[in-house]
Structure formats: structure tokens, C-alpha cells
């Protein structure tokens, strides 16, 4: 089965940038999503990459992935203590509609 | 607000009662997806509709669960006979079938049994 991967936890200060990482196991994901989640809230889409892409930039935002290691990044420039937040990667399965998700990084910015 | 909606936001109910949850879809999408989110854990899908038809069910779907969209607009999600188990916050999210059929959540109904 679809099995994504991600490190629990990540601590940055204030200004610097952040890396998140993430694992995925089906190689024909078509896209590639991040979603970002605040306390007791529902899931803001971030950003997408369609797969024949290796970087995607958005204002603050990187998104680089290694389709041949099935490794997908989020860069945040210039962190802000509002980033503060779980950040989820996630992939669509061949032949499936709906999404299949890490466990989620939680990413604490310190002041 | 043209997002996706879901009420309510929050609900308490003892073990063995039924509860019913709703989910407003983004107008123009005719895809909606429930997903359950227990502590700790990202979300994990429940069930799709594409229009009023539901197209896939998770395993995690028992039969105590159970969901329809019957005019292919708004859809429910009714939990019989509920276990603490139950517990989580569940999600729902809409898409459309053009472009890059992203999908977008709902703030979620947390859901407690006592």
C-alpha cells in the first residue's frame, strides 16, 4: 500500500529557512500536495507540483522533488512564528481519488 | 465564503447515540471526499462522491458509517451506534475534476464520545 513518510517534529528560528521532508511510494503520482495545518483547524492547501517538475517556487515557498528517490521537500524562506503549524505532504495513488498523507512535521519557529 | 463548510464544528455525544455530520462543497466542484483524523495522524480517507454517486468506500468505513450526497450538492456522514473510538475530527473536502483536482478542506467536525 501507498505508505508517506515525513520526521515528526522540526525547530527553526525566527528568519531562517525551514526544510521539511517527505517520502512517498507511488512513483505515478500524477501531483504531489502540502497542506498546512493550525491547531484545531482543518488543512490549507500550500502548494502542489505536477510530477514531470522538479522545482516549484511561490513566493516564500520551494517545492522540490526527486522523482527517482520518490523525495519531496518544502522549503520556507525567511520563517515566521506564524509559520508555526503541521505541515502535511501528500500523494494521489494510481487509480485512486483521494489523497494519501504523511503523518505531518510539526514545525515549531522560535523567536 | 466560498470555501468548503462543515457543521457542526464541534460535537459531544455519549457512546452508543447517533450523530449525523454535513459538508457544503465548494459550489462548482462535483467531487467531495470524508476523511477521518485521529490525533497524531494525517488524515485518512473514508469516501468519495462524484456527483450523488458514491464511487469508493475505505475499509475504514464500517457499517456503523454511513454517507450520501443526494442532490450531489451537500453530503452527510452518520455514525451509528458510536464507540469512543469514534473520536476524531472528521474532514471533508471538495475538488474539481479539471486541472490539478486539488482538494479543499473543510474546517473539520471534532467529534468526542463519552
Known amino acids: 500500500g501507498e505508505d508517506v513518510e515525513q520526521s515528526l517534529f522540526l525547530s527553526v528560528r525566527e528568519g531562517d529557512s525551514s526544510v521539511i521532508n517527505c517520502t512517498y511510494t507511488?512513483?505515478?503520482?500524477?501531483?504531489l500536495y502540502w497542506y498546512k495545518q493550525e491547531p484545531g483547524a482543518g488543512l490549507q492547501l500550500l502548494t502542489y507540483?505536477?510530477?514531470?517538475?522538479d522545482m516549484k517556487q511561490d513566493q516564500r515557498l520551494t517545492v522540490l522533488l526527486n522523482k527517482k528517490d520518490k523525495h519531496l521537500s518544502l522549503r520556507i524562506a525567511d520563517t515566521q512564528t506564524g509559520d508555526s503549524a503541521i505541515y502535511f505532504c501528500?500523494?494521489?495513488?494510481?487509480?485512486?481519488?483521494?489523497?494519501?498523507f504523511g503523518t505531518g512535521t510539526r514545525l515549531t519557529v522560535i523567536p | 465564503d466560498t470555501g468548503v463548510s462543515q457543521n457542526p464544528r464541534h460535537k459531544i455525544t455519549k457512546r452508543g447515540q447517533n450523530v449525523t455530520f454535513r459538508c457544503d462543497p465548494i459550489?462548482?466542484?462535483?467531487?467531495l471526499y470524508w476523511y477521518r483524523q485521529t490525533l497524531g495522524q494525517g488524515p485518512e480517507f473514508l469516501t468519495y462522491?462524484?456527483?450523488?454517486?458514491?464511487?469508493?468506500k475505505s475499509r475504514l468505513l464500517s457499517d456503523r458509517f454511513s454517507a450520501e450526497r443526494p442532490k450531489g450538492s451537500f453530503s452527510t456522514l452518520e455514525i451509528q451506534r458510536t464507540e469512543q473510538g469514534d473520536s476524531a475530527m472528521y474532514l471533508c473536502?471538495?475538488?474539481?475534476?479539471?486541472?490539478?483536482?486539488?482538494?479543499?478542506f473543510g474546517p473539520g467536525t471534532r467529534l468526542l464520545v463519552l
Open positions: 459550489s462548482e466542484h462535483n467531487r
Open positions: 501528500a500523494e494521489t495513488a494510481t487509480g485512486a481519488n483521494n489523497l494519501f
Open positions: 462522491f462524484q456527483n450523488e454517486a458514491q464511487l469508493e
Open positions: 507540483i505536477f510530477s514531470n517538475m
Open positions: 473536502a471538495s475538488s474539481s475534476p479539471r486541472g490539478s483536482e486539488t482538494q479543499y
Open positions: 507511488d512513483s505515478s503520482s500524477t501531483y
